[in-house]
């Protein structure tokens, strides 16, 4: 298992660059977002749709920023590892309490092992965590790797954030 931190490029400025709505909790971000320079470049990963429905299901502050007419096309995923969206948290959101960041990871984690129940076969699992450390845009990535229950540990990484 790893989780890797680095610093992250200004959401709320990628946002509007892409012509996307921001936040004001938490969304999913597409693939290829960080490098886009225009909309028609980022994509859906196949398991977002899914990750959508975990999450609001489980009452958290998710929020759309595509529109529903501009879907981007989707990332089929045809490997053994689970690669699931990017999920950003504002500062409003995030703001130094990680409850919301470790009942995201639960609901996940919960649906995860209801989908992929056999125990002898070690699925991967790839997502990440951005988070808006500071009130002026400034973010910080936490890319994870690994098994499914391991995913618990991310948000304990979140304590030591610090706003350099």
Not at 12 to 33: H, I, Y
Not at 36 to 50: I, N, P, Q, W, Y
């Amino acid at each position: 298992m790893t989780i890797e931190q680095s610093d992250y490029l200004n959401v709320g400025e990628q946002l509007n660059k892409l012509g996307l709505k921001s936040p004001q909790t938490m969304a999913l971000l597409p693939a290829r977002f960080a490098h886009a320079e225009s909309f028609e470049e980022c994509k859906h990963l196949a398991d977002a749709a899914t990750i959508k429905t975990v999450l609001k299901n489980a009452n958290l502050p998710l929020e759309e920023i595509i529109e529903k007419d501009q879907r981007p096309p989707i990332i089929n995923n045809n490997s053994y590892e689970i690669v699931l969206p990017a999920i950003y948290f504002t500062y409003s959101a995030f703001n130094g309490d990680i409850g919301t960041l470790y009942e995201t990871a639960q609901a996940i984690v919960s649906y995860l092992s209801k989908a992929y129940p056999d125990p002898t076969k070690e699925n991967t699992v790839k997502m990440s965590y951005v988070v808006e450390t500071h009130e002026q845009g400034k973010c910080k990535k936490f890319k994870y790797e690994g098994p499914v229950d391991g995913l618990m540990q991310l948000p304990e990484v979140l304590k030591s954030v610090d706003d350099e």
